[in-house]
């Protein structure tokens, strides 16, 4: 008998989690008007002018008049869940845009969906899915904004699909005078490149014109692989079997395991027909128990263990599970609210060349152990090479490691994790790789600048296109010249 998604016992619903990425978060932060604002990283804040809600394109017009007038900085916000004050800035102006979030268009044919900036994955995925259509490419859950997601030009779990920009066909920005350009590979061509991964810094995004594709069905397999056979799995396993869609795979946090330990899911290609019950969105359940049992593991070795020895027998009895493509894309996420006052847990994550993962992961396991990192989970995906970015992490062919870490938030706590992340962020740089730019701003102007190559190239466009500097964020702050 064919077996579907459940998900009413905590243990799938926590590792579906694992699976999707491995993360504490504030899914909906407040964002009060006239006051301090933050992000889900809850590290960085900042005392802001104004925050503007957006409804309409009138009111971005309106903000950014007003900003004019009065010489203020302005900062553009999704869902906040960058982790390094990529959107606010002191004394600025933020526009809120999670109103700002309908589906304007879905031409079925052609499997392109037309979205305003302030809806999110999960929108997109309602509307998309009566009609057999799913998303290309998103991160590893579905709440964030499709503006917030463009900016820092997402990847996640399709291993035929590289970043975000490869989905995309075209979208409306209002630059700072408040005119709107419509921007594609041929028309204003140059903000192409710049606006995609660019993290606000050239204009407001209004809506875009995303490709979608179908919404297969998929057969779930985990399996035990060597972490030092990983690339060769890779190449061999996955790559150059056509069949595998989506693809995760999961080194151990555990003590006795650390970093030697991996497992990795897959969800291969069927020919089964999408029924009404695999069609059904799946929506996220036992929140309170997932949020406590995951818990555990912040606190406790023990709990570390108990996670990944649970992770493996349950990702055994999934095998051979099918789901729909749009409900391996939703894993649940909203346990990972943690608001602990002293607390946070923080994403990092690192590119490699898949030839340098063994020495790269190698040399993390010595970081985390000498820096005694609360390291609580790390997943690793396949990017492919995509330089069409400025700001591109995927210069070439790599494996991203995804790392969970709980910290203190003490200014001795976060001194001593800044030290530790610019000894991987070296340690990447070292293999060849590179690091993301959407978390937080510890890694230094050097380490940045040998990561992002173009970075000077990225900053004088920002002063062509936005001479007055209007649009501005903590992490121009930090990196411009
Ligand atoms: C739990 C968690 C899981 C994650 N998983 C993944 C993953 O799987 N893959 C991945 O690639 N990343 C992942 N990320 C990173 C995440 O994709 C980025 O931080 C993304 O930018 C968040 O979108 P957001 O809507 O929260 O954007 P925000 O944090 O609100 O904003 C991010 C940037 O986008 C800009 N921006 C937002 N809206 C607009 C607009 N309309 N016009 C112009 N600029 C705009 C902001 O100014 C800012 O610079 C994850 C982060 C977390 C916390």
Partial sequence: MRRTLRRAIWIPAVLLYAAAFGASVAVRLAM???????????????????????????????????????????????????QGGQSFYEGAIVLDM????????????????????????????????????????MQSSNVFSIGGSLSANVHGRDTREGPLIDSVESFRLMLADG?????????????????????????????????????????????????RAFPDYVRTEILAKGDVALTLGRLSAAPDSLLSEMYVTRYEKTNVPVSAALARLAE?????????????????????????????????????????????????????????????DLLQEYFVPLDRFVPFVDGMREIVRSEELNLMNVTVRYVPQNEEAMLSYARQESLALVLLINSKRSARDVAKLEAATRRLVDLALEQGGSYYLTYQLFPTREQFAKAYPQAEAFFQWKRKWDPELRFMNEFYARYAP
């Fill in 32 to 82: 009060p008007t006239e006051a301090e604002v933050t992000d889900v990283g809850r590290l960085m804040k900042a005392k802001v002018r104004k925050i503007v809600r957006i409804n309409t394109t009138e009111d971005v017009a309106r903000a950014l008049e007003e900003a004019r007038r009065r010489g203020l900085k302005v900062s553009v916000a999704g869902t906040n869940h960058s």
């Fill in 98 to 137: 999670k109103s700002y979030n309908k589906v304007l268009d879905l031409d079925v044919d052609r499997r392109v969906i037309r979205v305003q900036s302030g809806a999110t994955w999960a929108d997109v995925q309602e509307y998309a899915n009566p009609h057999g259509l799913a998303v290309r490419t």
């Fill in 179 to 227: 005119s709107i350009r419509n921007v594609s590979r041929s028309e204003n061509a140059e903000l192409f490149p710049l606006v995609i991964g660019g993290f606000g810094l050239f204009g407001v995004i209004l809506d875009a014109d995303i490709r979608l594709t179908d919404n297969e069905v998929y057969r779930e397999r985990t399996v035990h692989v060597d972490y």
């Fill in 284 to 344: 996220e359940r036992n929140v309170e128990v997932n949020r406590f049992v995951f818990g555990l593991s912040r606190k406790f070795d023990w709990g570390k263990s108990f996670f990944w020895d649970a992770q493996r027998s349950v990702y055994a009895k999934q095998n051979g599970m099918l789901l729909t493509r749009n409900n391996a894309m939703r894993p649940p996420i909203e346990f990972l609210e943690y608001r602990d006052a002293q607390k946070t």
